[in-house]
């Protein structure tokens, strides 16, 4: 019996020999690339597959199971060692014969989010997928509303000693970062390129969950100390909002190895059969309310974000140039005026002249300060923010996957019972993932103006200390 396969994505022939398609037609012959479908196997042989490849790598255990081993030893079980999987990297998929059929044509705007998200077709009960239990993600009724399930094994991950490396003899450099997760406290390294592919991995299975940005990629420059320095704070934020979402830090569709993970079936549609709603369905037009209100309150932080960045980043700029020369000014002032004291040349003035130059130096000091301060407590902001901006940019495809489904309840009241459920599990899904958000908002934002405020008291206290050394230099005359 030839192979079927299902298409992921449009492709439109290049090269002689191939064909074009469209995503979700079905295919047995012809030449497209492998990426662009997904081959269409037995489901009891799948099963059978699937479950021997949990036993034997040893996932069973809810604990081993609740953690992503992206930042541990076993992350590559079936593909070996971090180089093999560099070289697996870089490997060329090889062409899939296929041949194109005729599908059933759809109404909507198949470039919508709800369409491309799987929104649509599990709406329309179109996904179908082998869940097993430790795959079930569940949304529990909380004080404030849905939210997810929390982890029952929480931890954290700290990303250390950025180490400059090299491959192909030294024809290749890259950087290599060591990530430690608390559950373990064994460091591995991981390359830039690895947490983007897990990025990609996690945006293509979690259509209703916002996966933090990663730090932006940068073609020159990678290897300069500012740039890697800023690039780890970036990757712990990241990490940081992995590792304590109650579903992202439980995904373990990468262990694997990588393209096992890649051919992971419960993505886009069906992920939406991994979610265990309450057992009380939620009223929609109160959903509609409440993802409204939340769409409006996004598009106001995210308008205010812009302005705190601009703003903070502007002063920062003027502490570390202008405030840094206008006291090296005054200082140098002082400097000259204690050395046109020195030529008086009268035993008794030799204490004042001192204190006075004294007085100078002090105040360059203070201009280092200032030049140094932002990175304290500016920065730390503006990479806040920084993050947060990628999550607001999340929030409007969330959202239109919400909005897709509570149109097609409307419009297909024939349906409405299966459909009501259907909806009810992306509505809870979609308050679960709001309800995430905003309790790690509050988190983040409390944590980081603390930080803040304290680091502003610790810099003008330093100042006052040095201030007050010099006041003290005129009382030894």
Request: proline share 4%; hydrophobic share 35%; glycine share 6%.
């Amino acid at each position: 019996m030839a192979l079927k396969a299902r298409v992921l994505y449009d492709f439109h022939s290049e090269n002689p020999g191939e064909i074009s398609v469209r995503e979700n037609e079905l295919v047995t012959t012809g030449l497209l690339p492998a990426s662009y479908v997904e081959i269409i196997r037995d489901h009891i042989a799948s099963n059978a597959a699937n479950n021997d490849t949990a036993n034997n790598n040893g996932f069973s255990s809810p604990k081993s199971a609740s953690h992503s081993s992206f930042a541990s030893p076993d992350f590559h079980t079936s593909q070996g060692s971090d180089d093999d999987w560099d070289d697996d990297w870089d490997d060329t998929l090889p062409a899939t014969q296929a041949k194109s059929t005729a599908t059933v044509g759809r109404n909507l705007n198949r470039f919508s989010t709800f369409v491309k998200s799987g929104g649509e077709a599990f709406l329309l009960g179109e996904a179908n997928a082998l869940v097993r239990d430790g795959d079930m993600m569940c949304v529990v009724m909380g004080k404030h509303g849905p939210e997810w399930q929390e982890d029952p094994y929480p931890f954290t991950c700290t990303i250390d000693d950025p180490t400059k490396q090299t491959k192909f003899k030294g024809m290749k450099s890259y950087m290599s970062y060591g990530l430690t997760p608390s559950h373990t406290n064994v460091q591995v390294n991981r390359r830039y390129k690895h947490f983007d592919w897990l990025y990609a991995r996690l945006v293509e299975r979690f259509p209703v969950i916002s996966v933090p940005h990663l730090p932006e990629k940068q073609a020159t420059g990678r290897f300069e100390e500012d740039f890697i320095s800023k690039r780890r704070k970036g990757l712990m934020w990241w990490m940081n909002h992995m590792t304590s979402h109650p579903v992202l830090a439980r995904c373990d569709s990468w262990k694997l190895g990588k393209r096992k993970a890649e051919r992971d079936e419960l993505v886009g549609a069906n992920f939406f059969l991994t979610i265990n709603p309450p057992d009380v369905p939620l009223d929609l037009q109160d959903v509609e309310s409440k993802v409204e209100g939340f769409k409006t309150f996004t598009k106001r932080m995210d308008e205010n974000i812009i302005v705190v960045n601009t703003t903070i980043n502007e002063f920062g700029r003027k502490q570390m140039i202008g405030f840094k020369k206008e006291y090296q000014k005054v200082g140098q002032s002082f400097k000259v005026l204690a050395q046109a004291f020195e030529m008086d040349q009268q035993a008794y003035s030799v204490g004042l002249n001192k204190a006075i130059a004294y007085t100078g130096e002090a105040y360059e000091t203070i201009g280092e300060y200032f030049a140094d301060q932002p990175r304290h407590d500016l920065d730390p902001i503006s990479d806040l923010l920084d993050i947060y901006k990628g999550h607001l940019a999340n929030y409007p495809d969330i959202i239109d996957v919400q909005k897709g489904a509570l149109t097609k309840v409307k419009d297909c009241p024939q349906q409405e019972s299966d459909l009501h459920e259907r909806c009810n599990i992306i509505s809870c899904a979609t308050l679960a993932e709001i309800q995430h958000f905003h309790r790690t908002r509050v988190r983040d934002f409390r944590l980081q103006m603390q930080h803040h405020l304290q680091q502003q008291i610790s810099f003008f206290q330093k100042i006052t200390a040095k201030l007050e050394d010099a006041l003290h230099r005129y009382d030894e005359q």
